[in-house]
C-alpha cells in the first residue's frame, strides 16, 4: 500500500456539495484506476474506474479525473448526498492485481 | 445479481484455535481473491488463485494460514492457531479473469473475525 497515496483521511461536505478525493500511485505499470466504496460491514463495491487512454471519465454524479504525467487521478462525487456516505478506497491496478489506498471516510451532512 | 457468498459473516474465536472461511464466487469468474481489511485500512492481498492454482501467496503467512482452492471453483481461508493480530475483515473476490473486465473485482460481503 505504500504506493498508493490517497488523500484526505476524511472529509465531511453538506448536503448538495462537492466531495474530492485525490489518489498518487507509484507504478507506472499500473493501466486500470477505479474506485471503490464502502458501507460498514459490507465489502467494497466498485463505483467507477477508469483506463489511461482518456482523462475524465463521468458516471451520473461520479466523475474521475485522470493526470498520467502527474501519476494521480481523483474522484468527484458533485451533489453529495446523506446516502454518499462511505469509505472510499482507489485501487490502481493491472495484471490481475489491485493496491488499495487507505481510504476516505466522507460524511454528508444533511 | 450474481454475488461472492461467504461465511460465516462473523466468527469470534481464542486464541490459538482453528478457524476456517468459505467463499463462493461468481459462476464462472477464473480468478478468486482472499484480501485481509484491518479496521481502518484498506484491503490487503492475501492469496490469488486462478482456477486451481495460486498465482500469488507472497503475503500470506503460511505459518499459520493456508488456501485452497481444490476444484476451481469454491475457497477456503484457515487460520491454525489464530492470534489475537488475526482480528480483521477477510474479504473474499472474484474477477473474470479474462476479456477487457478481466482486472474488476467483485467483493463479497466479508467474514468480520475476532480473536480473544
Known amino acids: 500500500q505504500q504506493q498508493v497515496k490517497q488523500s484526505p483521511q476524511s472529509l465531511i461536505v453538506q448536503k448538495g456539495g462537492i466531495s474530492i478525493i485525490n489518489c498518487a500511485y507509484e507504478n507506472t505499470a499500473f493501466d486500470y484506476f477505479p474506485w471503490y466504496q464502502q458501507f460498514p460491514g459490507k465489502g467494497p463495491a466498485l463505483l467507477i474506474a477508469i483506463r489511461p487512454d482518456v482523462s475524465e471519465k463521468k458516471e451520473g454524479r461520479f466523475t474521475i479525473s485522470f493526470n498520467k504525467s502527474a501519476k494521480q487521478f481523483s474522484l468527484h462525487i458533485m451533489d453529495s448526498q446523506p446516502g454518499d456516505s462511505a469509505t472510499y478506497f482507489c485501487a490502481p491496478g493491472g495484471d490481475y492485481k489491485l493496491s488499495f489506498g487507505a481510504g476516505t471516510t466522507v460524511t454528508v451532512r444533511a | 445479481e450474481a454475488e461472492v457468498a461467504q461465511s460465516p459473516r462473523y466468527k469470534i474465536t481464542e486464541k490459538s484455535q482453528a478457524v476456517a472461511f468459505w467463499c463462493d464466487p461468481i459462476s464462472g469468474h477464473a480468478t478468486l481473491y482472499w484480501y485481509r481489511q484491518i479496521l481502518g485500512q484498506g484491503p490487503e492481498l492475501l492469496v490469488q488463485?486462478?482456477?486451481?492454482?495460486?498465482?500469488?501467496d507472497s503475503q500470506l503467512p503460511k505459518d499459520r494460514f493456508s488456501a485452497e482452492r481444490l476444484k476451481g471453483v469454491d475457497s477456503t481461508l484457515k487460520i491454525q492457531p489464530a492470534e489475537l493480530g488475526d482480528s480483521a475483515m477477510y474479504l473474499c473476490a472474484s474477477s473474470p479473469g479474462w476479456g477487457l473486465t478481466y482486472n474488476e473485482q467483485f467483493f463479497g460481503p466479508g467474514t468480520r473475525l475476532t480473536v480473544l
Open positions: 488463485f486462478q482456477d486451481e492454482s495460486v498465482v500469488d
